[in-house]
Every structure is written in C-alpha cells, then in structure tokens.
C-alpha cells in the first residue's frame, strides 16, 4: 500500500498563495488517480482536485481557476498550487491515492495522508 505524507501547508493572508505537496512511499504514483480533498471543522471530506494517471484534470467548482494540481511520477510527488486563497479555503488538506477506476470526487477506494492544515486568515 501507498503511504503519502503531505507538506506545504500554513496560515497566509486572505489573496495569498500556497503550494501543497504530496509525497509517495511504498509504490509509486502508478494509480488510476491522485488527488487533494479538504476537511473544515464539523464539514464532511469534500473534493479539491484530481488527475488521472491519463492526464485528465478534474477541479471542484469552488477552486477552479485558483487552484492548480500537477504531478511529477519520477520523483512520486503530487503537488497543488493554491492561489487567491479565501478564508473559506480553510481546511485539512489530504492527498488521496486512487489504485483502481471509479469517480474521482467521493472518498471511497482511495488511500489518504495525514492532512496539512491550511489556514487563511481575513
């Protein structure tokens, strides 16, 4: 199994920016996807962003154009580039690992890190 260990994350001003990273141990980054999901206090996990091992990316409609997910397969890093950030963008971030095919937004099937905490301040 994967495991995945995030970094990046932070408090910044309300229009700044941040970059998350994802870093995978154990097996590659050879999954059908990897993606980012987020969790605000007394929220559910929701979805952040997703690439498929094919290249499709896939953005909630609450970050995109603000965010940006990218990969590096030789180097088994996952990376997501925050900008504009807002104070709701605060949250948990997770890096999740999707070995087989099925949907890239609910949080079934998937391996997750430990979480970076981002925090936007007004």
């Known amino acids: 199994q994967v495991q995945l260990v995030e970094s990046g994350g932070g408090l910044v001003q309300a229009g700044g920016s941040l970059r998350l990273s994802c870093a995978a141990s154990g097996r ?5 996807a990897v993606g980012w999901f987020r969790q605000a206090p007394g929220k559910e996990r929701e979805f952040v962003a997703a690439i498929t091992w094919s290249g499709n990316i896939y953005y909630s ?3 995109k154009g603000r965010f940006t997910i990218s990969r590096d397969d030789a180097n088994n890093m996952v990376y ?3 900008n504009s950030l807002k104070p709701e963008d605060t949250a948990v971030y997770y890096c999740a690992d ?4 099925g949907s890239v937004y609910n949080t079934e ?3 997750w890190g ?4 981002v925090t936007v301040s007004s």
């Open 28 to 32: 590659t980054f050879s999954s059908h």
């Open 61 to 63: 409609g609450s970050v």
């Open 80 to 82: 997501l580039q925050m």
């Open 98 to 101: 999707q070995r087989y095919s």
């Open 109 to 111: 099937n998937k391996s």
């Open 114 to 117: 430990q979480g970076t905490q």
